[in-house]
């Protein structure tokens, strides 16, 4: 920034003239790069590798010169230059915390927090309880959206997921007012709590939930709503453990603004070009982020983008929902399982000739069915589950619901290791 001139707030940033906007933005994506070439030897290396330089990339379109980062790369690099791949752009004594995500993949914190959303409406804030039903262990989304709720002047109640009927109890005796997670697990606590004698409706104070992290969300918004009377507020939350916040909703759930501090591409998965208004592609990320800066990281998730104008008087462009995944991955109860996860755990028994894991969103809740052909019938099934269900939860941080016995045969040459069966 120029010396004497003034810092442009996010508000603003976001009802700019689209072009005005762009202007901004590109003057701090010029700044990102010649930074991150300078700082993280990773970057250097790629741009070396692809004959660019820094004064290359002078615009959004000037992107697509530069190689897409993908996760997989990424925990390879990680692996063979410990423990950020060379990505890291500030000393290890800065970090204040070093997140771990499945892959394992090292996510250092960053200085920009997590952003739910921009507006609330009247009364919303201080002196309101929420429960914030994130993970705390190990990946960012519990701490990073905890930090994000007491800006926004909220008192939160780090419960973390599971224990629902404990989840219950904090709900009733502390007469919360908000939840924070994902639809799924929201609609849990509410069976719990009318499992346990509760009229949820009556006997609990919940009003409104921000709620996210996983696709086929919007019937579970509209029954909240309508039989609950919870306001489900700014539509949806998109978000990742190594880029923070990528888009969120507004008042008028109309998509997800995608945020100014970045630059986000919707891209041709195979080429790598840039996608027009309304097509359908990856989306791919560059983070304005001097402590870890992912110069242009593919997510793997399907989007598009649209510019029409937004009731909330926003200007910036949206993505009306994520709509699948472009790579192997699939997010499950808002964390990716990766078929290498998968093959790493089913590798620890031998006993299992191959496999495939199902997923598929029965009731509004994903659920993954483990189905296994065994080379030996005699063995202990339930010695076997009880010890795949032990090491799935360490590798892929999210617990399957069942394991399924099949005859050799069953499971076709070829098959996908993850199926993805779930339809929105």
Known sequence: MAKGQRRVTLAELEKMPSDMRQQYLEKKLRRIVAYAYKR?????????KAGITPRDIR????????????????????KSNPPFGGYLAVPVDRLERIYVSPGPIYDPQRKRGWVLTTSLPPGFGK????????????????LEIDSALRNLGFTVVPSGTGNTELQVKIMHDLKVQGFVGTPSFLKTIIDKAEEMGYDFKRDLNLKWAMVGGEMGGD???????EKYGILCLGGDAYGTADLGTIAYGCEKQSGMHITCDAVVEIVDPTTGRQLDWGEVGEVVVTPFDEVYPLIRFGTGDLGMLVNEPCGCGRTTPRI???MGRSGEAVRVRGMFVHPKQTDEVISRFPVISNYQLVVTRPEHR??????????????????????????FRDVCRVRFDRVEFVPKGTIPSGAKRISDERRY
């Open 40 to 48: 993280a030897p990773a970057v250097k290396e790629r741009f070396d």
């Open 320 to 322: 009306p929902k994520i």
């Open 127 to 142: 002196g309101q309880i929420v429960m914030n039903t994130w993970s705390y262990h190990l990946v960012p989304a519990g």
């Open 366 to 391: 994903d659920e993954m069915v483990l189905k296994v052909e065994l080379s030996d019938e005699s063995i202990d099934r339930k010695g076997l589950v009880a010890a795949l269900d032990r090491d």
């Open 59 to 78: 615009t959004f379109k000037d992107l697509e010169k530069i190689p897409i980062l993908r996760k997989d790369e990424l925990v390879a690099l990680q």
């Open 219 to 225: 019937p579970l918004r509209k029954l909240f709503q």
